[in-house]
């Protein structure tokens, strides 16, 4: 299946996505070089644009945007393979089945409207809109849990919410330590940045 089908099928028909997916044979090298690194490319370069080439009334540096740039594609990928792995490794407390592929099959499609979303980050004060579609990956993954983890119904909400809290946890845990690396490399702060470096 094309990534744009996969992409449409799961944002608009993920019911029927879901059994999709779950009939498909996890392959996670094919999965994050032909799903996750080209849909977290979005994100990235629009925020390569929006900061460092649009700005704001605060910020607009080439700099900045290419730190933000990187740091949100970089957590991008390697948030979903620690997800995936926390995800799988929680797996047996729910009545679920392990399996590393399904987890990132799971934590990867579930993604997917924040990603695409992500195109908004070109104008950096729409940016509220990717953490709305942020709250459509949540639903995806309460979908996807039966289908992909094996996880029975009446586990599912627990399971989502541990998984959410130590997703958003990994997530904000890799941000930190990567915007901390960029922005150190490039020699940026927000009050450099802000007196028009």
Known sequence: MSIVDRAKNI????????????GEEPNVGQIITGYVLPLALIPAVASLIGWGIVGTAFVTSFTWGLAMALTSFLTAVAGVYISAFVVDA????????????????????????????GIVLILPFLSWL??????????????????T?????????????????????????????????????????????????
């Not at 944002?11 to 779950?22: D, F, M, R, S, Y």
């Not at 942020?134 to 995806?140: E, F, K, Q």
């Not at 919410?161 to 845990?173: A, E, G, P, R, T």
């Not at 690396?181 to 020699?187: K, L, Q």
């Open 11 to 22: 944002i608009l028909t993920p019911k029927t996505e879901w059994p999709v997916v779950a």
């Open 90 to 117: 929680l797996a047996p407390n729910f009545g679920s089945q392990k399996g590393l592929g399904r987890a990132v099959q799971l934590v990867a499609y579930s993604h997917t409207p924040f990603w695409v979303c």
């Open 130 to 147: 990717v953490w709305l579609a942020g709250l459509y990956t949540l639903y995806l993954m309460y979908l996807g849990l039966p289908h």
């Open 149 to 197: 983890m094996k996880t029975p119904q009446d586990k599912v909400v627990v399971y989502l919410i541990v998984s959410i809290v130590v997703v958003l946890v990994v997530y904000f845990v890799l941000t930190a330590i990567l915007t901390a690396i960029f922005f150190g490399i490039f020699g940026l702060s927000a009050m450099s940045v802000m007196r028009g470096m």
